[in-house]
């Protein structure tokens, strides 16, 4: 039998996938539901993206309703088959998915191999790192914007691979976390705004704005509210800021999150990024009282924890005052 949305059994299910996430992280020999998801993704974008505007945008809309929808419908099916079989095999199984759901163990990860050789002031090796998880040009990025692709990075990802898992997960389980991911996948391979995407890739898109607006938002609050108990935060005026700075950013998500961490840090995020080459502004956010440096990695990344934890409890209140008063 599922787990009753905002349950105790499922928050704490939850967060037993966390604290398996925090030890192990994604061990490449294991299957990942993404990669799968990926697999799907590429296949049907060949087949469908192509023909008039109208017809690659309808595809599109099928496509997310295909990879999103079909994500949540085989992850219940096979659930419901197993609490047939036993109860606790599923229960078990559905654990093992929500782990990979999450990304905490990952993304502090891909933050600490930019940053460990940046604090050796061994560029080639940090550049290279930062080129796997950023779509900029790393090849000339000097310390401060090696730092800031990785600040940037760890802010914006605490939402998508930490946050609004945990989020869609309290509302749905499993089944919901794996539909969100899906929404992800389908957003950072197919929406984008090139000639080849552009129409077929819109849903995709648009489906990963709607999913990440309120965790994003939330997220940027729990990072503040984290922020008090980590000395040397600059927490005055950060709500404020972020609510300011934050639609500049050219994702409605995205720029929450980094307002906040910058805001927090006394950092300036946003700027000038080159892609293949090309030159592209990105509106700056925070003010910079500081220069950016590696010592800003570690600190991204101790904010991130914290929000993440602070997001949990925030998700866990209502839970418990209903445990509480019934």
């Not at 949305?5 to 299957?31: C, H, N, Q, V």
């Not at 779509?135 to 760890?154: F, K, N, P, Q, S």
């Not at 927090?264 to 950016?292: D, I, K, M, Q």
Request: charge should be positive; charged fraction near 15%.
């Amino acid at each position: 039998m599922a787990l009753a949305p905002l349950s105790l059994e499922l928050l704490a299910l939850i967060s037993a996938a966390l604290a398996i996430d925090l030890m192990l992280g994604d061990p490449p020999w294991l299957p990942h539901p993404v990669v799968g998801m990926g697999r799907v993704i590429a296949r049907l974008e060949r087949s469908w993206n192509h023909g008039p505007a109208a017809a690659r945008r309808r595809r599109g809309r099928w496509l997310v309703l295909v990879v999103a929808g079909g994500s949540w419908a085989l992850a219940w099916g096979v659930l419901a088959a197993l609490a047939w079989i036993s109860p606790w095999l599923a229960l078990a199984v559905e654990l093992g998915l929500l782990v990979t759901a999450l990304a905490a163990r990952g993304l502090a990860e891909a933050g600490r191999a930019v940053a460990v050789p940046l604090a050796r002031g061994e560029l080639a090796p940090a550049r290279q790192a930062l080129s796997r998880i950023v779509g900029r040009d790393t090849g000339e990025l000097d310390e401060a914007e090696l730092a800031r692709g990785a600040v940037e990075t760890v802010a914006e990802n605490t939402v998508d691979g930490i946050t609004a898992p945990l989020f869609w997960a309290l509302l749905g389980g499993a089944p919901l976390a794996l539909a969100y991911k899906a929404a992800n996948t389908l957003d950072s391979m197919v929406g984008y705004r090139s000639p080849r995407y552009l129409d077929f890739g819109r849903a995709a898109a648009r489906f990963d704005d709607a999913v990440n607006w309120l965790p994003a938002r939330l997220t940027a609050l729990a990072l503040w509210l984290a922020a008090w108990a980590m000395p040397g935060s600059r927490r005055a005026g950060a709500l404020a800021a972020t609510r300011r700075e934050a639609p500049r950013h050219p994702s409605p998500n995205a720029g929450w999150p980094e307002a906040m961490v910058a805001n927090l840090l006394g950092v300036r995020l946003g700027g000038l990024n080159h892609y293949a080459g090309r030159s592209s502004h990105r509106a700056t956010l925070g003010t910079a009282l500081e220069p950016l440096t590696v010592a800003h990695i570690g600190r991204a990344i101790r904010h991130m924890h914290g929000g993440w934890l602070a997001f949990l409890l925030l998700m866990s209140l209502p839970i418990l005052a209903r445990e509480l008063l019934s």
